[in-house]
Nanobody, 122 residues
Framework: QVQLVESGGGLVQAGGSLRLSCAAS????????MVWFRQAPGKEREFVAA????????YYADSVKGRFTISRDSAKNTMYLQMNSLKPDDAAVYYC???????????????WGQGTQVTVSS
């Protein structure tokens, strides 16, 4: 049974940093693209970042490029999102998801975590 568990969210001031984690179990970790989405109140769920299943190619939304870094650790079956220079617009529930090949459309994903809240104060 596939399980994805996010952690690391919290309250941070604008300009600060957080590192989110997504621990995966029940799947062949290296066989999946791992992706972060986020959803703020009243907004659609949006793509944030993704990392490839084999060579670790990364993809970023324009809104976070240069500030966020996605990575994965196959030994721990965990992916990470290092978030720097956080802005109030980054506040959202952040979700991890997994798929055997890349997509930036949340409708294409079957496996989701329950989310971790990121709050950015101004």
């Amino acid at each position: 049974q596939v399980q994805l568990v996010e952690s690391g969210g919290g309250l941070v001031q604008a300009g600060g940093s957080l590192r989110l984690s997504c621990a995966a179990s029940g799947l062949t970790f290296n066989g999946y693209y791992m992706v972060w989405f986020r959803q703020a109140p009243g907004k659609e769920r949006e793509f944030v970042a993704a990392i490839g299943r084999s060579v670790g190619r990364t993809y970023y939304a324009d809104s976070v490029k240069g500030r966020f870094t996605i990575s994965r650790d196959s030994a721990k079956n965990t992916m990470y999102l290092q978030m720097n220079s956080l802005k109030p617009d980054d506040a959202a529930v952040y979700y991890c998801a997994a798929r055997t090949y890349y997509s930036d459309n949340p409708r294409d994903y079957h496996y989701w975590g329950q989310g971790t809240q990121v709050t950015v104060s101004s």
